[in-house]
């Protein structure tokens, strides 16, 4: 149990997205993937985003 209420929230986006990509690999390790995963995992890695698209319109 954390002592303070500012202490519970010291876990900041990137460790949650660091510490459930673990998970995912050592999931991926112990079961292996399957079409979905790899399509998931794809989708994840995409530097595009059809907001970044409507961004960089507005920007031009």
Known sequence: MTSSRGHQG?????QIIQQLNN???AAE???GSNKV???IQA???EHSSELD??????NN
């Open 53 to 58: 698209e409507i961004f960089n319109n507005d």
């Open 37 to 39: 995963d790899q399509d």
């Open 29 to 31: 390790q112990i079961q």
């Open 10 to 14: 010291a876990h900041g986006t990137g």
């Open 43 to 45: 989708a994840a890695n």
């Open 23 to 25: 998970q995912a690999e």
